[in-house]
Each structure stands twice: as structure tokens, then as C-alpha cells.
């Protein structure tokens, strides 16, 4: 039996931040940071079964192409996907009436549409970044008995590639869903590691009137290169998602929007469009 404090009930039955009761919720989810790209998905929807908000956290439930999908804003940063995630699974994993874990546990299948920016030159503004693994700045992970989904090698050449802070979080390193990889991706998408940072300015690399520890830590992370494979853009969410995805059992994938690129100091000049074709493409293949 999970206790009161732990697990956090409403007085209508609904789990505590998300506000939403298990049937209210589809096992096709769609994360997105920003609560008002919530209707940029649903106006895609034949039709809308349930709609809810609590704080950041929009919902709406509703059908596309024969599918039910939810789509979920979680708002900003690796402290919120620790919620939500937590939440999505009590709500398909934990029986509310004896308060403890179901014998049949359901994996769900999460599909982050995000907005990022590039660290490579080659990966220009309005295109479009599948992250294949997810580099964790934001330490949140570590909360967690997580060290065996942990990408050991890979971190390790990492860490020492960068030289990397030993006072800072350290970094961790794990995998996207295959089956899902397989279901998204296409020749307009570019893949790589996504890097997840606990902040939008000094843990990106941004100096507006303050300077950062490592003025060269984004030119190191473009440099970096293990077998073939880089590190592509840099957000603040797939790390989180992808860690706490895989010890619970769920399928997750990252799909970002490049609407600013850092080496060539660009920004986009349409980045409402390319999130709306990302969300189009996303819906598409999603339910073929
Ligand atoms: O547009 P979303 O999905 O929120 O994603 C990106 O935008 C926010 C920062 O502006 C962070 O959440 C970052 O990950
Ligand atoms: O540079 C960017 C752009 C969007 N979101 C981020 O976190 N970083």
C-alpha cells in the first residue's frame, strides 16, 4: 500500500498535478512543453473525448486517425518531466483503489514534440532532430536506482572529451525507443544525441550579462564523436524523459524543432510553422 503523502490523490479521485482520473488518459501520449501548443495538436483531432488543466499541465484526449492519442504540455525543464512521468505511469501502473503497483503493467508510448537549438552549423534553423539517445546535464536521474540503463562507455568518453566539470551534476547518458525511432524517423529528420540542460541561458552556453565556467563547453560538445555519432542540439527535457522512461517500461522518443542554431547564431524567423509541420509529421507517422 502507497501512503497518502506518496501517493497524492485529489478529492475527486484524480492524481495530484496532472488532475486526471486513469481512463481520461490514452497510451499514445504526445509531450510539449509550451501549454499552448496543446490546441496545435487537438485541432488535429476527428475528436476530443476529455480536456483538463492544473497549472502547466494542459491535457486533451481525443482521436486521430482511428487512434486515441493525449497530448500533455509539461511545461519547462527535467523537474517537471519527473512529475508528469511519475503521474502517467500511476495512472496506468498503480491500482488508486488498493493503492499498489498492477500485476499487468502497461508501457506507454510517448512522443516529445519540443523546440530546440543546434549546436551544429550543419543542422540549420526549421529543421528537425530525433534525438537516438539523450545527454543528461540536469542530475535528475541520479535520484533514481538508474546506473544499469546508463550508457557507461559512451558517458565516459564524454566526460573526458569535455573535460567535464567534476562540481557540476554528472552527466548520464540513455537510449530513445527503438520501435519508436523506427516509426518517426524519415530522410527530413536528423539524428544524434540531444543534450539536456537544467537551464536555458548559462547551462546552454548563453551569456546575456553573466559569463559562464566553460566558455568553450558547446564548441566541445559539437566537436564531440563517438563511433560515428554526435551530439546534435541541445533542450531541456528528452534527457529526463528517456531516463525515467526506461526504468519504468515505457517507449519514449524526442522529435525537436530547431528554431535556433548556436554555432552560426541564428534564430528562426518562422518558428511557429516548423512546430506546426513537426507536429503534422509526428501525427502522421505515428499512426500509420
Ligand atoms: O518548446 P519546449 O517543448 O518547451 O522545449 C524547449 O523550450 C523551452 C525553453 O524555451 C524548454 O522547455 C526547451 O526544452
Ligand atoms: O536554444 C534553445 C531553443 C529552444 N529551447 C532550448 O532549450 N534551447
Redesign the pocket.
Given at each position: 500500500m502507497i501512503e497518502p503523502s506518496e501517493l497524492i490523490l485529489n478529492p475527486d479521485g484524480s492524481i495530484y498535478h496532472l488532475n486526471l482520473l486513469p481512463h481520461q488518459i490514452a497510451h499514445k501520449i504526445i509531450f510539449?512543453?509550451?501549454q499552448d501548443r496543446v490546441p496545435l495538436v487537438s485541432k488535429h483531432f476527428s475528436d476530443i473525448d476529455f480536456e483538463t488543466q492544473k497549472r502547466e499541465f494542459r491535457t486533451c484526449t481525443g482521436w486521430f486517425n482511428g487512434e486515441r492519442i493525449t497530448v500533455i504540455s509539461t511545461g519547462?525543464?527535467p523537474d517537471n518531466i519527473d512529475i508528469v512521468l511519475n503521474e502517467l505511469d500511476a495512472l496506468v501502473n498503480i491500482d488508486f483503489k488498493s493503492r499498489s503497483s498492477k500485476k499487468e503493467l502497461t508501457s506507454l508510448q510517448i512522443v516529445r514534440i519540443?523546440?530546440?537549438g543546434s549546436i551544429q552549423e550543419k543542422i540549420p534553423v526549421d529543421s528537425f532532430v530525433m534525438g537516438t539517445f539523450g545527454l543528461g546535464f540536469d542530475g535528475l536521474l541520479h535520484a533514481y536506482k538508474a546506473e544499469h540503463i546508463f550508457q557507461k562507455e559512451l558517458t565516459q568518453a564524454f566526460i573526458k572529451h569535455t573535460n567535464y566539470d567534476q562540481k557540476k551534476a554528472e552527466p548520464y547518458i540513455t537510449a530513445g525507443s527503438k520501435l519508436l525511432m523506427t516509426k518517426l524517423s524519415s530522410e527530413i529528420v536528423f539524428q544524434g544525441i540531444t543534450a539536456t540542460a537544467n537551464g536555458?541561458y548559462g547551462p546552454q552556453g548563453r551569456m546575456l550579462r553573466l559569463a559562464t565556467k566553460d566558455k568553450s563547453l558547446n564548441d566541445k560538445l559539437a566537436d564531440f564523436s563517438y563511433h560515428g555519432l554526435k551530439i546534435c542540439n541541445l533542450?531541456?527535457?528528452t534527457s529526463a524523459i528517456y531516463g525515467l522512461s526506461n526504468l519504468m517500461g515505457h517507449e519514449a522518443i524526442s522529435l525537436n524543432a530547431i528554431i535556433a542554431n548556436r554555432a552560426n547564431k541564428t534564430f528562426s524567423d518562422q518558428p511557429r510553422k516548423t512546430i506546426e509541420k513537426l507536429i503534422k509529421y509526428t501525427l502522421d507517422k505515428l499512426t500509420i
Open positions: 510539449v512543453g509550451d519547462i525543464g519540443g523546440t530546440s536555458f533542450e531541456m527535457e
